[in-house]
């Protein structure tokens, strides 16, 4: 497997944003890396812009005001109407989606350590019920297949006679 510099990791992505905007297929071909090289990159760079940070502004220079007015903007448009807004405006719409999500989490209580142990303890406890579930389903199963075989034995043999 063949690494890559993170310096040319940079620049290939830099040619795949705006105001370049050179399709994957397109780089693929004239640099020999394979697509899903290029997509990888491609998102682990969206992925990176998307995440909140200490800054108020990012790279392209959008404040989070900015972001917000844009996930309000295209929250009621098709996907074609966002292809064409997002090549208009220089953004992607995984960017978009990212801002999204940020937008409804932002007023998500955050969990706290007391609150994940609980959440743990019962996504364990749940496990142990669906294990027991699963044993007693068997075993019903196996009950029912059982008195089916002792029912056929009947009709075959007749009733045991006593003594």
């Given at each position: 497997m063949?690494?890559?510099?993170?310096?040319?990791?940079?620049?290939?992505i830099a040619r795949m944003l705006p105001p370049h905007n050179v399709g994957?297929?397109?780089?693929?071909?004239?640099t020999g890396i394979p697509k899903d090289t290029l997509y990888t990159w491609r998102i682990k760079n969206g992925k990176m812009s998307?995440?909140?940070?200490?800054k108020s502004t990012n790279a392209k220079g959008l404040?989070?005001?900015?972001?917000?007015?844009?996930?309000?903007?295209?929250?009621t448009m098709n996907e074609d109407e966002l292809s064409a807004y997002c090549r208009r405006?220089?953004?992607?719409?995984?960017?978009?989606?990212?801002?999204?999500?940020?937008c409804i989490n932002a007023n998500c209580p955050i969990p706290t350590k007391e609150n994940q142990a609980t959440i743990r303890s019962q996504a364990k406890e749940n496990n142990q019920l669906k294990a027991e579930l699963r044993r007693k389903d068997k075993a019903l199963a196996e009950t029912a297949a059982l008195l089916v075989l002792k029912k056929k034995?009947?009709?075959?043999?007749?009733?045991?006679e006593d003594g």
């Open positions: 063949r690494q890559y510099s993170e310096e040319f990791k940079t620049t290939i994957v297929p397109e780089l693929a071909i004239e998307s995440t909140p940070s200490s404040t989070s005001e900015d972001k917000f007015d844009i996930v309000i903007e295209t929250a405006k220089g953004v992607y719409a995984e960017q978009i989606n990212g801002w999204k999500r940020l034995a009947r009709e075959i043999w007749g009733d045991p």
